[in-house]
């Protein structure tokens, strides 16, 4: 096989074109103007994603694609597998709108919003940018006047929502909105108002609503000693909420204390979740499936305690307060009221950290995913943007298939595994690149930051090489 045809299957293996920049100059030309021979070289020229990745490979400035800093998320860590074929970075963040790199590096960073909206859309490289938002799902329960964008983007400028809105267009087209990029939501626990989901996700979203009510937040900034009447109405809400089918059967379940049974519900959750049938692959999919379940069971037990008495205390309580009806029995339950509330949300928080499991399911899933009806039948260049607890749970699954991490960026301890502790992010900053912040000589600890990543253990442009290798370790060089 000649060079072409080498070089040709490459492009077909991993439509990554970012290599050519490393080939002869004869060898440059020919994919430039299109000159490329061989049967495999027919292919490309016949494919439109393959060929417009060659013309973004000759079009781009590399400039863009650069930064020393990028400010949002928590952690950056790349993986690569060569049996694969997979590039994947990962980004994890703490669901916050904190954009916080010190001012001193103000031109030497790019938030995380503008530096994803150039990479995943300009690229050499065909991306997969897989992202924590929910998945578009025709329910007949939503309202068809409110749009997707106004229904998940519009409340807040936390990443999450910021991401989101850039990328709007590719979203609710369920994916492709540029010919070099694929764009999907992650979040399948978000379904709401279908047999599709699971209970608890069902359940999360109720517990959710009804903490967020304005009633909720009056009850609890006002002294409800001497608001007899919003404190009645509060239990009217309470009761309400508490009388649901899906809410009563997950704290029943969860009130009786039973170990056998605890596990058993969740389980069900992975094993009754129709949409993830709908779309998993059994054979291929199992040995991750199987992997990503058990970290589920292995983190509810660590939970199971808690669960347990916030369900107990909420069922009890219940019990009493739902016999108050007049405004002159308040007053001996005002401490029950406070309790109930606060054993509400221990249990929603503490369900949440168990459920989390389903969508990374899902998202391994889009990973490994093979797309009969696109160019790209499977997924080579990919950007996954999550919560810290999320990529940490993705990370571990690569690393038990023989994924190799081959960059790591960090602000702190994620789930009591080290992915780059704050101090070891001070040691590699450069005492250099410190003494350069406005001519002023700063310590690496007075322009260090959680939510600014250091790009400099970080090979960039993203997917510029393959098979990747790790940048040196600025310790030996």
Request: glycine share 2%.
């Amino acid at each position: 096989m000649d060079s072409q045809e080498i070089y040709c299957k490459k492009l077909l293996n991993t439509y990554n074109a970012s290599f050519i920049s490393k080939l002869d100059e004869d060898l440059r030309n020919a994919f430039k103007d299109q000159r490329i021979e061989g049967k495999k070289c027919t292919k490309v020229n016949t494919r439109k994603v393959l060929k417009q990745l060659i013309f973004n490979h000759f079009n781009k400035t590399d400039g863009e694609f650069i930064t020393d800093f990028i400010t949002g998320p928590l952690n950056l860590t790349v993986h690569y597998s060569e049996k694969f074929q997979k590039i994947i970075y990962i980004f994890g963040e703490n669901h916050g709108d904190s954009l916080d790199c010190p001012s001193q590096l103000e031109k030497r960073s790019k938030n995380i919003y503008e530096y994803l909206n150039t990479v995943v859309r300009n690229n050499d490289a065909f991306i997969d940018f897989l992202i924590e938002v929910p998945i578009i799902f025709n329910d007949e329960s939503d309202d068809p006047k409110v749009s997707y964008e106004e229904k998940y983007f519009s409340k807040s400028q936390e990443h999450l929502n910021v991401l989101g809105d850039k990328f709007i267009d590719c979203l609710e087209k369920k994916g492709t909105c540029e010919s070099t990029c694929r764009v999907q939501a992650i979040d399948i626990r978000q379904i709401i108002g279908n047999v599709k989901t699971n209970i608890m996700s069902l359940f999360i979203n109720k517990i959710d609503g009804y903490l967020k009510s304005p009633c909720v937040q009056n009850l609890f900034n006002k002294d409800v000693s001497k608001n007899p009447r919003i404190a009645l109405n509060y239990i009217k809400i309470l009761i309400e909420m508490l009388n649901d089918n899906i809410i009563q059967v997950v704290i029943n379940t969860f009130a009786e204390n039973n170990d056998k049974d605890f596990t058993k519900f969740w389980e069900e959750q992975c094993d009754h979740f129709n949409y993830l049938y709908e779309v998993l692959e059994s054979k291929t999919w199992n040995p991750i499936f199987v992997f990503i379940k058990n970290e589920m069971l292995i983190v509810s037990e660590k939970y199971k305690q808690t669960i347990f008495e916030a369900s107990r205390i909420i069922k009890k309580d219940y019990t009493e307060i739902k016999t108050c009806s007049k405004e002159i029995e308040i007053q001996k339950y005002i401490d029950d009221l406070t309790k109930i509330y606060i054993n509400i949300r221990t249990l929603y928080y503490n369900v949440i950290n168990v459920n989390r499991f389903i969508m990374d399911i899902y998202t391994m899933y889009l990973v490994f995913k093979t797309y009969e009806d696109h160019e790209v039948k499977e997924a080579h260049n990919i950007i996954i943007y999550a919560g810290f607890l999320h990529s940490q749970t993705y990370r571990d699954v690569l690393e038990s298939i023989d994924f190799h991490q081959i960059g790591n960026m960090a602000g702190e301890r994620v789930d009591d595994k080290k992915v780059g502790t704050l101090d070891e992010r001070v040691d590699q900053i450069d005492e250099m690149t410190c003494k350069k912040v406005d001519d002023k000589k700063v310590k690496p600890k007075q322009i260090l930051s959680m939510y600014c990543i250091d790009m400099k253990n970080i090979k960039q442009p993203f997917f510029s090489d393959w098979p990747p290798t790790a940048p040196p370790d600025p310790d030996t060089t």
